[in-house]
Each structure stands twice: as C-alpha cells, then as structure tokens.
C-alpha cells in the first residue's frame, strides 16, 4: 500500500486524500472511527462521510442507522429495494420523464446483493488501518488523466466508465 500512496503522491499529487473504503458483513467499525448518529447527533449522507474522509482525514464508520440517503443504502447493500424504487417511481419526476424511463435506469444502477454489507468504512488511504475493497481517488482533469494513462500502462486499450447521475457515491463503490 505504501507504493500506492508513494506513487499518487509523485504522479498525481491529488489535493485531497485519497479513500480507502471497506466494506464488511458483520458490522466491524474501527474503534476510533466517528459515526455520524452517534459524534454528530444526526444522519448523513454517504457523500458527505467521504467527504470527511477526503478533506479532514477523519476515519468515518456506518452503520444502516448512520445513514440518511436512502438510495445508497439500496446500492450498498444494506436495504432490500421496495418495489416503488424498482418500478422507477423514486428516479420519477426528478431524475426520469416517466416511471417507465426510471425503471430502465434502475435496472442499470449497480448494487450489492441486500444483506451482504452491513457497514461501511471509509478512510484516508494513508491512515487507514485496514485492507481496503475500494480506493477513490478525486482530482482534475489532468490528474485523472494521468490515472487512466497509468492503469493503461501496462495493458493498453481504454478505460470505461457508467453513469446514472443519481447515487454516485454509492455508485463508484460497487
């Protein structure tokens, strides 16, 4: 891991810490790691938790009940999707012309089977005390750039990416 953070730090040089996110079936929070119901009083948003992680180099834990955008649970896991969200009637009017039109794009949102996380923790990738299933990365366009011509390096070809417009952090972790 310390190659990783060595290597973004001289390439790439983002300007803000680059997230480890793990995800776990039994519920693990570390010890240290804030939750927003219980340091904050209230719910947030997952958006807002990689946030933290990304601009204040806090180590951020959640559980179901820490979280208050209820399509990332959904995409995570962590909630079983009600047919209304199936039938595209959540995505309807603000996302979709129709219902119809918010199904489709229902079906083509990634999500993780419901029951198979239970918690979500995220961190800077440099302080994180844990192996992480997912690393985000934020930058500029060059600096993104140079990510992509660094994971081509050695495979050539192209790099393709989805987008529902809706949900994305959620979304760029499963």
């Excluded at 209820?70 to 995570?76: D, G, M, R, Y």
Aim: hydrophobic share 45%; net charge positive.
């Amino acid at each position: 891991m310390e190659k990783l953070i060595q290597a973004l730090q001289q390439y790439v040089r983002p300007e803000t810490f680059p997230v480890a996110v793990k995800f776990s079936a039994d519920g693990w929070l570390p010890e240290k790691a804030r939750r927003p119901k219980a340091s904050f009083g209230h719910r947030l948003n997952l958006c807002q938790g990689i946030a933290m992680a990304r601009r204040m180099g806090w180590t951020v834990g959640m559980l179901p009940e820490d979280h208050a955008c209820a399509p990332s649970l959904i995409v995570l896991g962590l909630a079983e999707k009600p047919d209304f969200v199936a039938r595209g009637e959540l995505v309807y009017p603000l996302y979709a012309a129709t219902p119809e039109i918010g199904a489709r794009t229902e079906e083509f949102t990634p999500q993780l089977p419901a029951g198979t996380v239970r918690s979500v923790v995220i961190a800077p990738l440099e302080r994180a005390a844990f192996e992480p299933d997912v690393i985000l990365v934020y930058g500029n366009a060059a600096q993104v750039a140079r990510l992509v011509q660094g994971a081509l390096y050695h495979r050539g070809g192209r790099i393709t990416s989805h987008f529902t417009g809706r949900a994305s952090c959620a979304n760029e972790l499963v």
